[in-house]
C-alpha cells in the first residue's frame, strides 16, 4: 500500500510540474491547458466522442468545451452527414494560428 502511495504521489507531482509548464507557455493566449490539448488532437472533421477519447476528456466535459471554443471563434462544428447525432469537429483559421503560435512559444 505504502508503493500504491509513493507512486501515487510521485505522478501528482509530475503531473503539477507539467501544468504548470504548460500554463506558463500559454500565458496571454486566453485558454486553459486543456482547451490546448483539445485543440491540439483536432484533426479535419473529427467527431467528438473521438477528439473526446484522444483528449482524454468525458464527452459531456467536451461537449461544453466545444460551446466556449466555437463561441471564440477557435472552432466550428457540424453535423455529420451520414449520422446527424455526431458533429464534427474542425479548426478555424483563428485556431489554427492560436496552435501554431503556442507551438512557436514550446519550441523556446
Known amino acids: 500500500m505504502r508503493d500504491l502511495k ?46 473526446a477519447a484522444l483528449s482524454g476528456l468525458l464527452v459531456p466535459s467536451l461537449s461544453r468545451m466545444i460551446v466556449t471554443l466555437e463561441s471564440d471563434g477557435l472552432i466550428k462544428t457540424a453535423a455529420d452527414k451520414e449520422d446527424a447525432r455526431h458533429k464534427k469537429v474542425t479548426l478555424t483559421n483563428k485556431g489554427q494560428k492560436l496552435l501554431d503560435k503556442i507551438q512557436k512559444r514550446a519550441a523556446l
Open 6 to 51: 509513493n507512486n501515487f504521489l510521485a505522478f501528482k507531482a509530475t503531473f503539477v510540474a507539467a501544468r504548470d509548464a504548460i500554463n506558463r507557455k500559454l500565458e496571454g493566449t486566453k485558454i486553459t491547458a486543456e482547451q490546448w490539448i483539445v485543440l491540439d488532437s483536432i484533426t479535419p472533421g473529427i467527431h467528438c466522442a473521438e477528439l
